[in-house]
């Protein structure tokens, strides 16, 4: 349809554009989130149905767009209703990874339409978003496998894997310049492979407890791809987009890093630099401390002050719920039960508080590490629910631990410490935790759902 | 077209406003926000939609249609998880309580 002039539907993307950094400006406060998500969904329905009014389709092709933007809706909206919040982290790495794909599929394309086009501006954004954009779709899809558990969490370093990397990234920028210069569709396709082989070498060597961080990283990148389409196609709108997601998914990646005590770079190149992301994947054999349920159950009825540290096998386990009935009734109690949110619990930032806001944990009760430090040496016990790098000591004593620096919650500074672990296997980094050795420590082995309810149980018998 | 200082003047401005906007944002936040700026990136939906009604070639109408799946994938899946998050977070308020309290209540013996 041709419905719009091009001045109001330049206007009409200034409206989406705005609604845009509202939508971010308003994410970044717990007060306005969700309008903010709320405008940012409605800048994009106003940019939709501008495109759709102002563009000349041939033939068929309104038709068909419509069926294609019906089929998307219908295979992602349940998915997005459905996810359970403990797998949402990797449906995010799925959206994103597709959303790389898009933009590297319409650079293709452009290239088509254009037909050997000369050298340009335009040619050269177009080989950027073909490939960094199909980099962010093989890496995201690599990050959703890893999450998803459909493959090893460890990093997997390829036998001469630097070289092999070096060697992708010149021949990618080599197919990518050659793109540039000929507007051959061709050779486009061919940048978009290697830009596939480039997204599976980057992300493979990350280790699981960092793959959030390349999550937000390919984010990043998918927003940059974006960019670039828009400065190809002359289009205001994917220009302003894709930048402001790439700007922002920078600082944010940067954040995160920071708040998990790791550099960016670390992250990305550790493994292959021979070292901090590889950890030992032993079981250890060295004897703990086991306590049954009754033991835990006096301990804290007992207590007067307790924190419950959860990690990411209280999420596994479904026991947001089973947590929340813990805290509540020691509260009855009288006893002081808080829980220590480590910033990195889970498998995102903030994904513990998400899970336990589903469970009705009220927001008092949810203590940041910082604050909570100065509390431990006053706190009777702390309870690590399927939790172990958080609060691990090694981050702040043991200088060659691959999360030396990393901010913990001091749990070793409390009276006793009571692990719920499943096993003895380490956490995402693959080190072994000294605390579950401690004296003071206990470990009640098994599932942390149906550890935490064979304890209430045996509370209501105190 | 729009000529390239122009675009080079809105990229940067861009780039600056994304970094103003999310500097300073409390831990708790940075999943959403993350989930929030990639369903902003699915905005490529309408370069997909671009590209596509010109098309005449079936081979590039195929691409461009799987292009515009996969972006409406990006951008309404993207905004619809955001929501679902954030809408755990509201549920927090106290008023919103009661009403689950009994749910948890029915789970203990």
């Known amino acids: 349809m041709n419905l719009l002039p091009p001045a109001l539907a330049a206007l009409g993307y200034l409206v989406a554009a705005v609604l845009f950094i509202l939508a971010l400006k308003g994410l970044a406060s717990p007060r306005t989130a969700r309008r903010g998500n709320a405008l940012g969904a409605l800048g994009a329905a106003i940019a939709v149905v501008v495109v759709l009014l102002s563009t000349d389709f041939h033939g068929a092709n309104l038709i068909i767009v419509l069926v294609a933007i019906a089929i998307g809706l219908v295979v992602a909206v349940p998915a997005a209703r459905s996810v359970r919040m403990t797998d949402m982290p990797q449906l995010v790495a799925l959206f994103n990874g597709v959303g790389g794909g898009a933009a590297a599929l319409v650079g293709i394309v452009e290239l088509a339409e254009w037909s050997g086009a000369t050298p340009s501006v335009a040619t050269t954004a177009t080989a950027f978003g073909v490939l960094v954009g199909s980099l962010s779709f093989s890496g995201s899809i690599v990050t959703f496998l890893k999450l998803q558990g459909l493959m090893t969490s460890r990093p997997v370093v390829a036998p001469a894997a630097p070289v092999l990397m070096a060697l992708s990234l010149l021949a990618g920028l080599g197919l990518a310049a050659a793109v540039a210069l000929t507007g051959n569709v061709w050779v486009g396709v061919g940048a978009a492979l290697l830009g596939a082989v480039l997204g599976v070498l980057l992300v493979l060597p990350v280790g699981g407890a960092d793959v959030p961080i390349v999550i937000s990283l390919l984010n990043a990148l998918t927003g940059l791809a974006v960019a670039a389409s828009g400065w190809a196609m002359g289009n205001t709108l994917l220009l302003v987009a894709g930048t402001l997601v790439g700007a922002s998914g920078t600082i944010l990646t940067l954040a995160m890093a920071t708040a998990m005590g790791r550099s960016v770079s670390g992250i990305m190149f550790g493994a292959l630099r021979g070292g901090s992301t590889a950890g030992s994947t032993t079981v250890s054999d060295r004897p703990v401390r086991r306590a049954s349920a009754d033991d835990v159950a006096i301990t804290l009825a007992y207590a007067r002050r307790v924190v419950i540290v959860p990690g990411y096998g209280l999420a596994v386990a479904q026991a947001q719920h089973a947590v929340a009935e813990l805290v509540t009734v020691l509260r009855a109690r009288s006893v002081d039960a808080v829980y220590g949110i480590h910033p990195v619990a889970g498998r995102m930032p903030g994904h513990m508080n998400v899970l336990l806001a589903e469970a009705n944990v009220p927001y008092e009760l949810l203590i940041e590490a910082e604050d909570l430090n100065p509390t431990m040496p006053s706190t009777d016990v702390v309870v690590v629910v399927g939790a172990n790098d958080v609060v691990n000591p090694a981050a702040r004593t043991d200088p060659s631990a691959p999360i030396y620096g990393m901010p913990i919650i001091n749990a070793d500074e409390a009276g006793q410490v009571i692990f719920l672990k499943r096993s003895m296997r380490p956490g995402f980094a693959g080190i072994e935790n000294e605390l579950l050795f401690s004296p003071k420590t206990q470990v009640l082995f098994g599932d942390a759902k149906t550890s935490l309810r064979a304890v209430l149980t045996a509370l209501k018998e105190v | ?109």
């Open chain 2, 1 to 109: 077209m729009i000529d390239g200082v122009t675009i080079l003047t809105l990229f940067v401005l861009a780039a600056f406003v994304g970094v103003e906007v999310v500097s300073k944002v409390s831990s708790t936040l940075h999943t959403p926000l993350m989930s929030g700026a990639n369903a902003i990136h699915g905005i490529i939906l309408v370069g997909s939609i671009a590209v596509t009604a010109p098309a005449q070639d079936w081979a590039l109408i195929a691409v461009g249609v799987l292009a515009v799946v996969l972006a409406t994938m990006n951008l309404v899946g993207g905004f619809v998880v955001t929501d679902r998050m954030l809408e755990m977070f509201s549920a927090n308020r106290p008023t919103a309580r009661p009403e689950r309290e009994p749910v948890t209540g029915g789970q203990s013996r």
